[in-house]
């Protein structure tokens, strides 16, 4: 059974890296159905191999360790392509592989017709591989090889309608923006490897006691600026909201269910060292915290369909952060979940949104539309709904957890800012639903003509997420910190409920959660359905405010202003450095030698001709007349170089002699 | 060995080759050329198999007696520092003279024969053991290369062409000062295996070093002796830029690794702050500059300095990771690097520019080329499952044992790496294609594609499976490791830390004082 599991282990991977290569490499030689069944059709097959997978772990409790071969060996330094299959791997690989084969056959409505159909779904797949191996890896580098591998893929989909320029310039700001993160994650695990001398997650687990707490601190801080980057936390979020440039699917996949919570993946892999230093788990707990609260007011501005969802992805991301910086690691892989599969529900029903309206995303220009895309309409609302954090729907339990935690355990602050932030998010959620469904109609005639409801391939996936955003939350963690979720994970996070609240104090609290989603529900109804002119009040006596939020606080105009531009500055003034300087030093000494040369020249005439009484002139004029094209000088150069040759070992010996 | 003086081969051939290539006629010229290429890289090749990787002696050594009366021999081998170089070399051959099939447009003759020397030195350059056959070989490179620039080049090639001469031939001159030197101190010979093992005084090795490191810190191009690079590199045919960048700075590198570390590891240590400290520099300063580039092949220039910062870096680590990496990131190097400089040129073929304002948008009339570039693009900035990975890895996990603080600021020009590749692509590649230039750009032919599929094949080859490439390196570098920290002294497994930067100022200064009285003692025990 053993081995089996073992082989379903190995092969997750390798369908979706077939597909890529069979696509990549033929794809264009044959038709579009093709390469769509290669594409989810391997996905589906891992997710198959998941689900055996994860049976028998759930079963057995047993973690799987499978060695695939030797990647790098040099002195100490040995990696393996290995994977570790733990509960907390299973998690992830089920949303994954799961969201991810949904997603794989929405996007076969959503793409047909476009022009780099296959080229997609390759990049896709090859998204699905790096994916799994981030999340499968048994080491560090493994975790980094899958980590740059999504960030690749997110750039090759952001930048996918590569002639536009808006396109090109967000993807090129992700990956570059990433690589920030990077670096520091790049540091963390050279400490981790000189402290360990070995980068696999057991033995360094294992090992963990003997740091010391400032090495705790530094790596999980370093740790920390890599999953700020890639979860597009405070302050490098900025590459987000952009990547919405992709097309819809995409930002569904990565830069909402699956990527973009590898940071909290990294975190609560590494919890044993996070643990260690109260520091970095505060830092955590307030780049979340404060993350949450920043993106969520930002959100209550947008008018873009898909920003909206982009900055309510980063907020959400922010209570993970959160959750983890508390030590709710559970908490937040529960939130991880269902906010997979509400966010990708969210994200897929506003693509069929924009199919119907020929590709609008402004929400100024929508209206009405509930009766023209019915199933459209109540599965956005389904997915509100969850995010905003009303009952039984599957956000609630895993938003009011985190919540609940921060409160027992005496973060008052922390609570105090995300319970803002759920009023916010419910707000601005709601008022998206009512600008884009009810009221009247604001779009323009061609586009109203147009309106149809998307295909069954892309409403079926819906209907899945919308049933799983439903039930997602009772299935996996209800009762309260006693779900199954919590059992599962229960031997990689460790804790439990060592910190018991009383069941008064939980009920409290959830009544408090559901008040705070029912206001931020009310005053977008009152804004948006009763009084549509109160907003617009509003908007002009805090113009200045409004403006704020609508430019995002200008934090893109800061960078502009703080990096991007004196970098390129300082690149045009080290080009000036490089050519007049140092250059100028090069030809300085070019021309000393052409002096010297020229000497010799004047003493060969003068003295060594005039001396001897040859007649050399001619050969002279001719090394003259050379000169203009340079290469009469040889001889000169031969002559110094022999001259100098000897002059220099002569000294050498006698310095060596001395 | 197997008696078969494959290097031996491995040098003539191509010689012999150039000479056939003058007596061909007009039609078979390429195809003359390129059979020899291809003969050569077929030769090559079983060296990788039979190569014994348990070991870090040298193999398939030949010898031959040359100037007895100096003790000068013909001497050729092989190890696991040089295999991976001389196969770089041999599969890159084949690929210049195809690229060069249609853009030469005059004297095609003399070109290939130079193409053809210029492989003979170069492979006689990695693989002599003779210090002075390795200096004809050394010197024999430039000759072909100055024409390779100064005829075929760009209209400001022969400026270039001299400065790159004379920048080159400067550094040389000190080498073979440094060479004679040795001659005399080392007891008469010129074998430079047995010029390894000896022991030299302080203030010798303090000198020495410093005469190699005029030859090798111009060769590789270290900063500040970089700016013959550029020049160089614009004004050269596209095949010269990929022998320039891909084998030429290696010789640099190599010399460092094969002579300066060996023969004089009581200075490379003192040096290696001021190494250390250079190579960063050139890896922030190249991406910076890389940066303000709005030339495709000086941005590429300045790309390389950077990179082969990486390699110097490595170098002076004296950790496994740190030469590996660093002999792996040369290989790397030749292979990624090459293949920009190959997209450049085809680029170059059709617009007859290089600017990066009159190359835009080409990933709609040229999904191959752009699917090629980019390729190339993510291998140069590191990305894992690429060459570039492993090497860079390795030698800035190498280069952490020795320095944070280095680390750091190395790890800054990753960050740079991806800004400017991928600003280069994103002009290049994405947007929209000005309409004037639409007609010239036809995708990439076939004859194309087969000088860039197989780079692009070693690409992913070496990122996925570096392990091969490792192991039979890992003897031959064990043993560079050994001479500058002979085992004895070595304290468990602990590397050697050096304490960065301030104190590194005294460590040079610092062998001014004893080192003239301890080496009045070894000298006169040095003579004969």
Redesign the interface.
């Known amino acids: 059974m053993s081995d089996l599991t073992d082989l379903l282990i190995k092969l997750i991977p390798v369908f979706p890296l077939l597909a890529v290569l069979v696509n990549g490499l033929l794809g264009s030689r044959y038709s579009h159905d093709l390469a769509h069944r290669l594409a989810w059709g391997s996905v589906g097959l891992s997710f198959l191999c998941t689900v055996g997978v994860f049976t028998d772990v759930m079963r057995t409790g047993v973690s799987h360790e499978v060695i695939v071969y ?8 040995a990696i393996n392509l290995a994977y570790l299959v733990d509960p907390l791997t299973c998690a992830w690989l089920l949303v994954v592989t799961g969201v991810g084969f949904l997603i794989h056959v929405y996007s076969v409505g959503y793409m047909h017709g476009e022009a780099g159909f296959t080229r997609f779904f390759t990049y896709m797949n090859l998204f699905m591989v790096s994916m799994l191996l981030l999340v499968m890896g048994n080491n560090y ?1 493994v975790l ?2 899958g980590w ?2 999504v960030g ?1 893929c997110s ?1 090759l989909l952001i ?1 996918y309608y ?2 536009k ?1 808006s ?3 967000a ?2 700001k992700a ?2 923006v990433n ?2 993160g ?2 520091g994650f ?2 963390a695990i ?2 981790v ?2 402290n360990f001398k070995t980068l696999d997650y057991t033995k360094v687990f294992a090992q963990v006691g003997q740091l010391s707490p400032d090495m705790a601190t530094a790596i999980a801080l370093c740790l920390l600026v890599g999953a700020i980057g890639k979860s597009a936390q405070l302050p490098l979020h900025t590459w987000l909201p952009d990547a919405m440039e992709g097309p819809t699917p995409v930002s569904a996949l990565i830069h909402a269910a699956t990527m973009v919570t590898a940071g909290v993946y990294m975190i609560v892999r590494n919890h044993a060292i996070f643990d260690l230093s109260p520091f970095a788990m505060s830092m955590v707990a307030f780049v979340g915290g404060g993350t949450a609260l920043f993106a969520a007011t930002i959100g209550l501005v947008q008018t873009d369909i898909k920003r909206v969802l982009a900055y309510s992805t980063v907020s959400q991301l922010g209570y993970m952060f959160l959750g983890c910086g508390i030590g709710a690691y559970t908490a937040s892989v529960f939130h991880v979940m269902t906010h997979a599969f509400f966010k990708a529900l969210l994200f897929l029903s506003a693509g069929s949104v924009i199919h119907a309206l020929s590709g609008e995303q402004d929400i100024r220009k929508m209206g009405g539309l509930s009766n023209r895309i019915p199933w459209t309409h109540r599965l956005f609302l389904i997915g509100t709904i969850a995010i905003a954090g009303l009952p039984p729907l599957a956000g609630f339990w895993s938003k009011d957890e985190i919540m609940a935690h921060a409160f027992t355990h005496h973060h008052y602050l922390l609570y105090g800012m995300a319970a803002v932030g759920a009023l916010m998010t419910s707000f601005y959620m709601f008022r998206l639903t009512y600008l884009t469904f009810y009221g009247a109609s604001r779009m323009d005639a061609h586009t109203a003509e147009h309106v149809h409801e998307s295909p069954m391939v892309m409403v079926v996936p819906l209907l899945v997420l919308a049933f799983l955003s439903i039930v997602g939350g009772l299935i996996l963690g209800f009762p309260p910190e006693h779900g199954w979720l919590h059992g599962f994970l229960g031997p990689v996070v460790g804790g439990g409920a060592e910190h018991e609240a009383g069941t008064g104090m939980v009920i409290l609290l959830m009544c408090i959660a559901i008040v705070i989603a029912l206001l931020g529900w009310g005053l977008a109804h009152f804004l948006y359905a009763v009084s549509p002119m109160t907003a617009e009040g509003w908007a002009e006596r805090f113009s200045g405010a409004y403006r704020v939020l609508l430019n995002k606080y200008y934090v893109d105009e800061l960078y502009d202003l703080l990096f991007v531009e004196p ?2 500055r ?3 003034m ?2 000036w450095f ?1 050519r007049t300087i ?2 100028g030093i ?1 030809r300085g000494v ?1 021309r000393l ?1 052409d002096w010297g040369a020229s000497g010799s020249t004047w003493m060969e005439k003068h003295i060594v001709y005039a001396g001897l009484n040859v007649i050399g002139y001619g050969n002279h004029l001719a090394a003259r007349e050379g000169r203009k ?3 009469g000088m040889v001889h000169h ?1 031969a002559a110094i ?1 022999v001259a ?2 000897f002059l ?2 002569l000294i ?2 006698l ?4 | 060995m197997t008696g078969f003086p494959w290097l031996t081969v491995l040098v003539v051939l191509p010689l012999a080759g150039a000479i056939a290539v003058f007596a061909a006629n007009e039609r078979s010229i390429k195809v003359t050329a390129l059979a020899v290429a291809v003969a050569n890289l077929l030769i090559s090749l079983p060296l990788w198999w039979l190569f014994d990787a348990s070991s870090g002696e040298m193999q398939f050594v030949e010898s031959a007696r040359w100037i007895p009366s100096l003790s000068i021999n013909y001497r050729l081998g092989l190890d696991g520092i040089s295999l991976p170089l001389v196969l770089m070399t041999t599969v890159l051959m084949p690929l210049c003279i195809l690229i060069s099939w249609h853009s030469i447009e005059i004297r095609m003759r003399s070109f290939m024969a130079m193409l053809l020397i210029m492989e003979s030195a170069m492979i006689g350059v990695f693989t002599a053991l003779d210090f002075v056959l390795f200096y004809v070989f050394w010197e024999a490179m430039l000759i072909p290369m100055y024409l390779l620039i100064g005829i075929w080049g760009g209209p400001n090639r ?1 400026y270039a062409a ?2 790159f001469l ?2 080159t ?1 400067a550094g040389s ?2 080498l ?3 060479i ?2 040795l001659y ?2 080392g007891g008469q010979t010129f074998d430079i295996l047995q010029l390894s093992q000896g022991t030299y ?1 302080h ?2 090795q303090f ?2 070093f410093l ?1 190699f490191f005029a030859a090798f810190a111009v060769k590789v191009p270290m900063f ?1 002796f ?3 690079l550029p020049d160089a590199h614009v004004e050269a045919p596209t095949a010269g830029s990929v022998i320039l960048a891909s084998v030429l700075l290696k010789m640099g590198t190599y010399g460092f690794l094969r002579f300066s570390l060996p023969m004089l590891p009581d200075a490379s240590q003192a040096f290696t702050p001021v190494m250390v400290v250079l190579s960063i520099v050139a890896i922030i ?1 190249g991406a ?2 890389a ?3 709005s030339d495709l092949k000086k941005l590429i220039a300045y790309s390389s300095v950077s990179h082969m910062g990486f390699v110097t870096l490595g170098l002076f680590m004296f ?3 740190g030469i ?2 660093a002999v792996m990131q040369m290989v790397n190097h030749g292979i990624t690097t090459g293949g920009l400089f190959l997209c450049v040129g085809m680029i170059y073929e059709r617009t007859h520019s290089r600017q990066i304002a009159d190359n835009t ?1 080409l ?2 009339p040229m999904p191959r080329y752009a699917t090629f570039l980019v390729i190339f693009s ?1 291998s140069s900035l590191g ?3 690429t060459n570039s ?2 090497g860079e ?2 030698i ?2 190498g280069a ?2 020795w320095s ?1 603080i280095a ?2 600021f190395a ?2 020009g ?2 740079l790496a ?2 400017y590749l ?2 280069m ?2 002009r290049v ?4 294609p000005d309409p004037h230039i639409l007609p010239k750009l036809r995708d990439v032919n076939l004859r194309e594609m087969i000088t860039v599929v197989p780079l692009v094949v070693l690409i992913f080859v070496i990122g ?4 091969p490439i ?2 039979r390196m ?1 003897p031959s570098v064990e043993k560079v490791i050994a001479r500058v920290f002979p085992p004895a002294a070595e304290h468990a ?1 602990v590397i050697p830390r050096m304490t960065p930067f301030t104190p590194s100022v005294e460590r040079i200064t610092a062998p001014t004082g004893p080192m ?1 009285s301890q ?2 003692k070894t ?1 006169s025990e040095g ?1 004969p």
């Open positions: 030797q990647w790098i060996f040099g002195g100490d330094l580098v980094f090889i740059e591998g690749l750039y930048g590569y002639d320029v396109a090109a310039k993807a090129s990956f570059v690589r920030i990077d670096a790049l540091v050279f400490l490897f000189i970098l390129k300082l690149g045009a080290l080009d490089d140092i250059d090069v070019g030698t094209i340079q290469s150069y170089i100098g040759l220099l070992v050498v010996q310095f060596a002699q001395m | 022969l001299i400065k004379l920048y031939l001159v000190l073979l000062v440094a004679l030197v005399f101190q005084s203030s010798l000198w020495l005469a500040p970089h700016t013959w300063y910076y500059m940066l303000a580039q950790n496994i990771q590996e990496g948008g990933t709609k993510l990305l894992p499952g990975f492993v890895f390795m800035l996990a952490f044992l944070k680390t750091a790890l800054l990753i960050i991806a800004a991928l600003w692509v994103q590649a994405f947007g929209v996925i499976f570096p392990n490792l192991t890992h497994s003239f080496e009045t000298a003579r």
